[in-house]
Nanobody, 117 residues
Framework: QVQLVESGGGLVQPGGSLRLSCAASGSIFRFDVMGWSRQAPGKGRELVAQIISGGGTNYAESVKGRFTISRDNAKNTVYLQMNSLKPEDTAVYYC???????????WGQGTQVTVSS
């Protein structure tokens, strides 16, 4: 059973920074893709950033240049560094891990990020 636990959310002023963490139970080497998505009130879930096993990354246009996804294999953790935060970044942020060979996608419980003055 895979567990993903997000942390690091909170309230921040516009222009501020936060770093989200996603700790996996067990090695993250088994995951082909790990990523972060977000869901704002009244909106659908949208992909924010992904990191593949080879190290390549993908970002939503709305966060390019401001957010950075990274992974620490030794700590079985994926991070999302968020800089220059805007009110429209306010959402619940979810971590996911995808195993291609099994076509299984695991999700965490989410962490709230609120950007407001």
């Amino acid at each position: 059973q895979v567990q993903l636990v997000e942390s690091g959310g909170g309230l921040v002023q516009p222009g501020g920074s936060l770093r989200l963490s996603c700790a996996a139970s067990g090695s993250i080497f088994r995951f082909d893709v790990m990523g972060w998505s977000r869901q704002a009130p009244g909106k659908g879930r949208e992909l924010v950033a992904q990191i593949i096993s080879g190290g390549g990354t993908n970002y939503a246009e709305s966060v390019k240049g401001r957010f950075t996804i990274s992974r620490d294999n030794a700590k079985n953790t994926v991070y999302l560094q968020m800089n220059s935060l805007k009110p429209e970044d306010t959402a619940v942020y979810y971590c996911n891990a995808f195993v291609g060979g099994l076509s299984v996608d695991y999700w965490g419980q989410g962490t709230q990020v609120t950007v407001s003055s």
